[in-house]
């Protein structure tokens, strides 16, 4: 028997949340479906099981007579390096705020610099989801996404030596790493199991913090 709809978890070809609906193939985005349906139900202004399903027979008519275009943002979700990327992200957090913390009450005067990072990754969507991963440890924040170069540019607090500068750049790698492999693609994690890029500037801009 012939499918009506197929799922994104079924078809690894389709874009994540959405499913293919009839026999022109027409993909529906779940999320678009579930927000228009939640608008039709705040515009009756009662919740009620009848609302709710035919908000739902509204959206799906309206989805197929006026049909998106298909775009694949490169979006995957993989649950295992979810959780690992989560895991990272309070451990690094955590460890970060401890280390700015004792920056801070030391009562020594730290070097301050602003580096640039190469990514491995180029797509827009790594770029950026790398970048706000970045900027959630205290201790850096990222200041500048250059696209044309896949560069993001970090200013770090504590930049007293070159170790510290290396291990700066290494935690940006690390936490690129993490990100591609919750979100990325096949092609994209292959990519960050390559060693990281050569740096093609000489050192960082520096000043008293």
Same mark, same amino acid.
């Given at each position: ?8 978890? /079924? ?8 499913? &293919?609906?009839?026999?022109?193939? /027409?993909?529906? *985005? ?14 009756? $202004? +009662?919740? $009620? ?9 509204? $959206?799906?008519? %309206? ?8 775009? =694949? ?26 280390? %700015? +913390? ?14 640039? %990072? ?5 797509? *827009? ?15 850096? $924040?990222?200041?500048?996404? /250059?696209? @044309?170069?896949? +560069?993001?540019?970090?200013? %770090? ?8 500068? *290396?291990?700066?750049?290494? @935690?940006?790698? /690390?936490? &690129? &790493? ?6 990325? +693609?096949? =092609? ?9 890029? =050569? ?11």
């Amino acid at each position: 028997m012939k499918r009506v709809a197929t799922f994104s978890f /079924r078809n690894k070809e389709l874009p994540p949340l959405s499913c &293919e609906f009839g026999e022109r193939r /027409r993909v529906l *985005d779940l999320p678009l479906l579930a927000w228009l349906t939640l608008i039709w139900v705040l515009l009756w $202004s +009662t919740l $009620s099981w009848a609302n709710v399903i035919t908000g739902f027979v509204v $959206s799906v008519a %309206v989805c197929l007579a006026f049909p998106l275009p298909r775009v =694949d943002l490169g979006l995957r979700l993989h649950p295992w390096g979810i959780l690992c990327l989560a895991a990272y992200l309070l451990y690094d957090m955590y460890t970060s705020g401890v280390r %700015v +913390t004792r920056q801070i009450f030391d009562g020594r005067s730290h070097l301050g610099a602003v580096i640039g %990072v190469p990514l491995r990754c180029r797509s *827009d969507l790594m770029l950026a989801a790398t970048a706000v991963a970045v900027s959630n440890v205290p201790g850096g $924040s990222i200041v500048e996404v /250059r696209r @044309s170069t896949a +560069t993001v540019f970090l200013h %770090v607090l504590d930049a007293d030596s070159p170790a510290a500068l *290396d291990v700066a750049r290494n @935690s940006v790698w /690390r936490m &690129e &790493e993490l990100t591609v492999r919750a979100f990325g +693609t096949r =092609d994209e994690i292959d990519r960050v199991g390559q060693p990281p890029p =050569d740096l093609p500037w000489s050192g960082p801009g520096r000043g008293t913090a």
